[in-house]
């Protein structure tokens, strides 16, 4: 169509518009390194979600014992408690969803480079969704801040947030950035016959 959008406001202009009419943005038709950028903030993202399934989530502290839990920990003592709703909630929010991510932004960089993989108008709502559900990402660290501000009784019990919090958070940002970093754009690129990409 010859149109270029501005990634900040999301205005239209013809091809080849240097900045933006509107908000003064630099206009680029396609982000030259975004799969290298996606990849590198999701590799680190993996790193990070590792050690916060290893390391403990929550250190409770009481009168007669001090208690160290991990999240899936967590989620099967609720369990064994009668909380299955809690703990499913618990899984969802901070196994399967950030594994999901993980899994979507993977295929969106890869499939990009393979031309046929997918239909393209599902390909752009995994993308969608993907940037719409991370900004749920954070509740385990808002229940570990919340739990920690309000349980302090001094001697009788307290609530401190575990290591794996700060790697869970780190996980949940370079996460979000590797989805942000991803350029829509690539997935509705058609190919020529040698390979070379149109940006129309």
């Given at each position: 169509m010859g149109l270029v959008a501005c990634t900040?406001?999301?205005r239209a202009w013809p091809l080849g518009t240097q900045t933006c009419g509107?908000?003064?943005h630099k206009m680029v038709s396609r982000d030259a390194h975004s799969l290298q950028k996606v990849w590198a903030f999701w590799i680190v993202g993996l790193m990070c979600y590792v050690p916060a399934n290893v390391y403990p989530m929550l250190k409770t502290k009481t009168l007669f014992e001090n208690d160290e839990s991990?999240?899936?920990?967590?989620?099967?003592?609720?369990a064994h408690h009668g909380a299955f709703g809690i703990a499913f909630i618990i899984l969802l929010a901070s196994v399967a969803i950030p594994l999901a991510?993980?899994?979507a932004v993977a295929y969106l960089a890869v499939s990009v480079r393979r031309p046929g993989a997918g239909g393209n108008h599902a390909r752009h709502l995994m993308y969608e969704v993907v940037e719409y559900?991370?900004?749920?990402?954070m509740i385990d660290i808002f229940v570990v801040a919340i739990l920690s501000s309000l349980v302090q009784l001094n001697t009788l019990a307290n609530i401190n947030p575990g290591p794996a919090s700060m790697f869970f958070a780190l996980s949940v940002i370079f996460t979000m950035l590797?989805?942000?970093a991803?350029?829509?754009?690539?997935?509705?690129?058609?190919?020529t016959k040698d390979g070379t990409p149109l940006n129309d």
């Open positions: 900040r406001c999301t509107r908000c003064g991990t999240i899936v920990g967590g989620a099967v003592e609720l991510k993980f899994w559900i991370g900004r749920w990402s590797s989805a942000q991803f350029d829509s754009r690539l997935i509705w690129d058609k190919q």
